[in-house]
């Protein structure tokens, strides 16, 4: 199945568990596992590749921030390399740089907390992301939104906060209030770790480093960065 638009993708999940299908998420497919391979019959594939919609860099003030700092938000088919080329177009960089960044997929670098050479000045996926949209498997909207952003790695900070919101199928009735999740920063690593690939729990965060396992990430916000003028080798 390959939705046209991020809107239509709670109908296609809602369809296919009342069909009893096994959903799999596949996005640029340049994973190494076969996570996307169907392994019977009883299986629907779910590819984001159409949901292309890359927005425009902008400055913005995020949840708990007190001055606006450069973000761009894409949708999850669109390949890494196209976020990276319009952040250094204007000036920024775009910290996710997987080795399979021509092909590999924004969706897949948030289900996989993907990194790259550029983790080491500002982490992986995780500590990059301002907010993120996912379907869930009961077919609803989750909107989760880093707040106090410290722009770079999230074990540096004291407390790290997440804010997640929960929609009905239609994506705009909000269900509750939205809830808070907060941790200590440094339980997000193991000591000497860029990222620990057996935490798939992650103090509860959605949808990242779960490679699909709880939800199809649609869209992201991420923040941008501006080289130091000086560098020593």
Known sequence: LCPDTEAEMAALVKTAVELGLVIIPRGGGTGYTGGAVPMHEDCVVINTEKLEG???????????????????????GVVTRRVSDLAQKHGYVFAVDPTSQDASTIGGNV???AGGKKAVLWGTALDNL????????????????????NMGKIHDQETVRFRVTRFEADGETRKGEPEE??????TFR??????????????????????GCDGLITSATFVLHVMPEHMRT
Do not use: C, Y
Not at 58 to 71: C, I, N, Q, S
Not at 130 to 148: F, I, K, N, Y
């Open 130 to 149: 301002a907010s993120w949209r996912m379907v869930t498997p009961d077919a609803e909207w989750l909107d989760v939104e880093r707040v106090d952003h």
């Open 190 to 211: 193991k000591v000497g770790l860029g990222k620990d690939v057996t935490d798939k729990f992650l103090n509860g965060v959605p949808g990242v480093q779960k490679e």
């Open 181 to 186: 999740i907060a941790f200590p920063g440094e």
């Open 54 to 76: 890359v927005g425009a860099v902008e400055r913005r003030t995020l949840p708990g921030m007190d001055k606006p700092v450069a973000t761009v938000r894409a949708e999850a």
């Open 111 to 113: 289900a996989m907390n």
